[in-house]
């Protein structure tokens, strides 16, 4: 079917419905204009785009995607006006053409000021294999506050894609009557169960109703794909999976016996919740659709009986914020929360008596304005630092200052940040004998993070530490990550060829070798991941078994070093089923460079503030290095008000690379907009005082906080709420902040 012919069909689907015509076509949805794929965006690491002209579907040419040496995935997009377009159903549709591919799709999302309002990626329906061309289509509702529409295809793992001929049609959004009842495992109505209408991979309920009058609920809506749960206390709760709901239907939700039962409630102060507040349980796992509502009464109180497995609670409730908590079995539970507003004067006032000000973020003068912040980390033998965004300048200086502090005055001789660990030793071969070059080195580790002009100010100074001969003792510089397994599989390769050269063949180290094997491993089934696992695991036993004659043959060194890197390769393959591995991981290799040092070594880690935090909410790393290490552990957060910070982000809808964003004020009742009226910057702030002291109690609240990892949509979705004593044992503070500076003639990456 021809590109014409395809839009008179989309044309005929919009005068049946009843609808206004297909808006006017976006310019190149053909791939014909121009002499590139003009008005189209393109990403991916190690895949190539391309206009290809044999055999296009129609036209003189296709867009053609094909993977190189693939990392992630590869994206292509383009933006579609959404004047015309709000409150109705949008469908793309287009043809592709495919050759040994493992996943493929089209794809359509609808912003809201650049926050996911919908989306359809053929979640349930990928492309794999080699297909001839075909016609394939995405929908979404478009929401009335919509701003944008973005669609595409994307190409994830090895092989070839075409797509052409693009054509996009709005409908008019049917309506649908959902109706039911909710019984117990007897059959009886159970009348006050919550019902909520979830629709598919949204994070609320598009609506909650009370069932009444013998069990019955009902729900108007449009048709579309929705999950439905119901919850009443003592009963295990009903989910019905997400379907397309396209006509009236009349459902029973079957409530079951046991459950875990979560009782607890929502500490506000003195605040009164209002009728409509909610406690949102949303389900850890592989399915769509599985929150859960139960009400919160008039003094905060709440309980919900939720179906066995890791939930995370959160607070729903207009005017009051709430911090979220895990939960995995029955218990009961306080949900910190506060009341929105302004911090009191009172706060500010303490805040002003027990801040310890900075003379300066910039690195490389005298320390002793932070003698007081040597006192917080007292006798402890590992310091994270964290950082509220991956791109900020005077943070990265500031945690320039502190190791500079830690090593002249409190004897710190390690650094380890949030970077793959293999390969890490090229820039501690550097720092600690100056072989090779600094920009190569950091270049060498992938991670443009730390791809900065302060962080190679940090490693040029700890070179000439380590250069000076008044300092017998050498600082060293390791990553303990493993995002990424080249070097990895590489460095046991050629251990192994040394002392087992027949197990260098190894087909397990193939599937997570990043020459393009790691995706082998995310395409393989389970059975097969569960065999390369079971034979990673039998290498690491190995090296234990032969360890007397393998250090002889090897050297202590190169043998510790190969069986890291194994275990390296071992957490990605963990890693690469399961997000929540990698914090574990990282706190596993921190404790394992201490092991390798003197009894007595002292360590700075550097990393996000998630991965350094002691939260509870996916285990970070802090957490697991505060059961390891007790009070050797003390974790600094980083905030601040406002200002610039470099991160990947979106400009109308479209993905737009490493880029400068800025911010703030942040917003009243937060922490920046408090701490900004202590009115010095920067500064640090001992949160352990804060329990003790009745001028801070507004500091133990639920607050939101201005953060963001590696990508920005926008502001309002970086003002997560946090308990900031629960995470950290102080924080440092920047009124406004820049953007940290790219090394701007970086080597190209080996």
Excluded: C
């Amino acid at each position: 079917m021809k590109r014409a012919a395809l839009l008179a069909v989309l044309a005929l689907r919009a005068a049946a419905a009843g609808a206004d015509p297909p808006p006017a076509p976006a310019p190149n949805l053909d791939f014909e204009a121009g002499d590139t794929y003009e008005g189209w965006f393109a990403n991916g690491d190690g895949y190539r785009f391309s206009l290809d002209t044999q055999a296009p579907h129609g036209g003189r040419r296709s867009l053609r995607v094909e993977a190189v040496s693939p990392k992630l995935y590869a994206a292509a997009g383009t933006s579609w006006p959404v004047a015309g377009a709000r409150g109705k159903r949008v469908t793309v549709a287009a043809w592709m053409r495919t050759e040994d591919v493992a996943h493929a799709v089209l794809w359509v999302r609808v912003d809201g000021g650049d926050v996911p309002l919908a989306l359809d990626n053929m979640g349930d329906r990928p492309v794999a294999g080699t297909t001839p061309w075909t016609l394939r289509e995405v929908r979404v509702d478009v929401p009335p506050d919509a701003t944008g529409i973005v669609f595409g295809a994307v190409l994830a793992g090895k092989g070839r894609m075409w797509v052409d001929d693009f054509a996009v049609s709005a409908v008019e959004v049917p309506g649908v009557a959902i109706r039911g009842r909710v019984v117990d495992p007897a059959g009886k109505p159970v009348d006050g169960a919550v019902v909520a209408l979830v629709p598919t991979l949204a994070p609320r309920a598009r609506a909650v109703a009370r069932a009444a009058g013998g069990g019955r609920f009902a729900f108007s809506a449009p048709d579309g794909r929705y999950a439905l749960t119901a919850t009443a206390p003592g009963r295990a709760p009903a989910f019905r999976k997400v379907e397309r709901i396209d006509r009236d239907i009349d459902v029973t939700l079957a409530l079951g016996e046991g459950g875990m039962a979560i009782r607890g409630r929502v500490d506000a102060g003195r605040a009164q919740f209002p009728p409509d507040g909610w406690i949102v349980a949303t389900r850890i796992g592989q399915d769509d659709g599985d929150v859960f509502y139960a009400p919160v009464r008039r003094d905060g109180a709440f309980e919900v009986t939720l179906l066995p497995g890791q939930h995370n609670l959160a607070v729903a409730v207009p005017g009051i914020r709430g911090a979220s908590k895990p939960v995995d079995r029955s218990q009961e539970v306080v949900l910190p929360a506060t009341v929105e507003g302004p911090a009191p004067a009172e706060f500010v006032a303490w805040l002003k008596a027990n801040a310890i000000p900075l003379r300066t973020a910039e690195p490389g003068g005298p320390t002793a304005d932070m003698t007081p912040i040597g006192k917080i980390v007292g006798r402890a033998r590992l310091v994270g630092l964290g950082e509220a965004t991956h791109g900020t300048r005077e943070f990265f200086q500031i945690k320039h200052r502190m190791l500079q502090f830690l090593v002249e005055k409190m004897g710190f001789t390690v650094f380890a940040i949030e970077a793959n660990w293999p390969e890490s030793l090229a820039v501690d071969e550097y720092v600690t004998t100056g072989t090779g070059d600094a920009k190569r080195a950091l270049a060498g580790m992938y991670f443009w993070t730390w791809n900065t002009e302060e962080v190679l100010a940090l490693i040029e100074w700890m070179r000439r530490w380590n250069a000076d001969p008044r300092h017998p003792r050498k600082l060293h510089f390791y990553g303990f990550d493993m995002q990424t397994t080249r070097v990895a599989v590489a460095r046991v390769r050629v251990a192994l060829a040394r002392v087992a050269p027949e197990a260098a063949a190894e087909p397990a180290l193939a599937l997570l070798d990043d020459e393009g094997g790691r995706r082998a491993f995310e395409a393989a089934d389970a059975a097969a991941q569960d065999k390369a696992i079971a034979a990673l695991d039998g290498l690491i036993a190995r090296f234990d078994r032969e360890r007397d004659v393998w250090q002889k043959q090897l050297g202590p060194v190169d043998f510790a070093r190969a069986r890291q890197s194994l275990v390296v390769v071992r957490q990605a393959a963990d890693l690469r089923r399961s997000l929540p591995a990698r914090d574990r991981a990282m706190a596993d290799n921190v404790k394992w460079l201490l092991d390798q040092e003197p009894p007595g070594t002292k360590m700075v880690v550097w990393a996000h503030n998630y991965h350094v935090s002691r939260g509870e909410l996916g285990l970070p790393m802090g957490t697991h290095l505060k059961k390891i290490f007790g009070d050797d552990y003390v974790a600094f957060g980083f905030t601040f008000n406002r200002g610039s910070f470099q991160a990947m982000g979106f400009r109308s809808g479209k993905p737009a690379g490493l880029t400068e964003h800025t911010v703030g004020p942040s917003p009243p009742g937060s922490i920046g907009e408090a701490f900004a009226r202590a009115a010095m910057s920067p500064f640090a702030l001992d949160l352990r005082r804060a329990g003790a002291a009745a001028g801070a109690r507004w500091l133990l609240g639920a607050r939101p906080m201005f953060q963001v990892g590696a990508v920005f949509i926008n502001e309002d979705t970086m003002s997560g709420t946090v308990v900031l004593p629960e995470l950290f044992d102080a924080v440092f503070f920047v009124d406004r902040t820049t953007r940290a500076r790219p090394v701007t003639d970086a080597p190209a990456r080996p």
